[in-house]
């Protein structure tokens, strides 16, 4: 069996742990492209770092023709309590919409993640950003983020604060009365005082979660999606 990679192959992302896996599976690798690529071909894997831009409609088309697609994202927890970081390979979905054995108890407890009570204060609605663009199913509408904080500012007298992501391409404006947080803040940090988040499909929602702090997301899917609300209203 094949597998095409258009993984990315910059230090931030784990390109080379992740090939060094497929060639430990048995498979051949090849990258970006092969002239024996046959759209659904069940002989071939498709692989992708999110389903994004050209290689992203590749995957798309690929796994909708009958083949497979594998995608590589963050993991649902980023780090264990050691600092290990870790990362999720789904098939033919992401962001929690593909399928991948769910394991048991004794995953999450080598996590080492405690879960704290659901919190019932907190004086904050915070927030969150994503990097805008990529796969258009999933990614963040530019306008997001001053809709949904006008809309919470017309729902809600606590205090609105946005956490624009580190990686963003662009700014974000948001209304007048918005407190902007430092866009490099760790989210435990930025989640110090919140009474709830708000995503589009942002992992810091997971961040939240594992807090006990409730969370709003409005986009398509999300990864524990199960534990929290779609829509504001």
């Not at 092969?34 to 498709?46: D, K, Q």
């Not at 399928?99 to 995953?107: I, S």
């Not at 609605?125 to 306008?143: D, E, I, K, L, N």
Request: net charge positive.
């Amino acid at each position: 069996m094949k597998l095409i990679s258009f993984m990315v192959r910059r230090p931030e992302y784990p390109w080379q742990d992740w090939e060094a896996g497929v060639r430990a599976a048995g498979l051949d690798l090849a990258y970006n492209w092969s002239r024996e690529f046959r759209y659904g071909a069940p002989e071939i894997v498709v692989s992708t770092w999110h389903p994004y831009g050209g290689a992203g409609e590749i995957a798309v088309r690929h796994r909708l023709a009958g083949g497979m697609h594998v995608v590589l994202e963050n993991g649902y927890v980023r780090r264990d309590a050691a600092g290990q970081e870790y990362f999720l390979l789904e098939l033919d979905g992401f962001n929690g919409k593909g399928m991948h054995p769910g394991g048991g108890p004794e995953r999450w407890a080598g996590f080492g993640a405690a879960l704290a009570p659901w919190r019932t204060g907190g004086a904050k609605v915070v927030v969150f950003g994503q990097r805008g663009g990529g796969y258009s199913a999933y990614a963040m509408p530019t306008a997001w983020p001053g809709d949904v904080c006008r809309r919470l500012q017309i729902i809600t007298r606590r205090s609105i604060a946005f956490k624009a992501h580190p990686g963003a391409r662009r700014a974000f404006p948001v209304p007048e009365g918005i407190e902007c947080l430092d866009p490099h803040l760790a989210p435990a940090l930025a989640l110090a005082q919140a009474h709830c988040a708000v995503v589009w499909t942002s992992n810091a929602a997971t961040d939240a979660l594992i807090m006990g702090i409730p969370v709003f997301y409005e986009g398509p899917s999300l990864k524990l999606a199960g534990l929290a609300r779609q829509g504001i209203e």
